[in-house]
């Protein structure tokens, strides 16, 4: 059984491509789940390293960041976040049952919260203005 996603984040039920997400092993599922809170974490519009969720997951953490790059791109083809290449968006032109990582997304790379994606996570107790 997959360990549930932090209540603040939901699931999309299709990616941005009109398909159900891939299912997810307990390790991708943890790598996701590190992946948005360290970027939900950085604020709106930062960006975090895929090396420090590998980072903050093992202490052999370079063995990790292939899996990260490609569970980012998975979060990515959801909507979830960006991937940031040169500081721009990457587009991710390969299909999603194709298993390979698009040409797009070799190199250093960077990962920040989807603005929109952000906007809907909120809770109702977020988005009271605050009294001093």
Known sequence: MQPSPPPDQKPPTTSSA??????RSSQDAAIAAEIL????????GASISPSDVAAA??????SLLGRVRRVA???????????LRKGRPVVL???LDAGAEPDTVKGVIRLRLRADSASQDTSPDDTAPQTD
């Open 57 to 62: 997951l093992h202490v052999e953490w370079r």
């Open 18 to 23: 009109g398909t159900p997400p891939p299912a």
């Open 37 to 44: 809170r360290q970027t939900a974490a950085s604020g709106p």
């Open 93 to 95: 032109d390969t299909p």
């Open 73 to 83: 791109i998975e979060l990515a083809r959801e909507g979830r976040i960006d991937i």
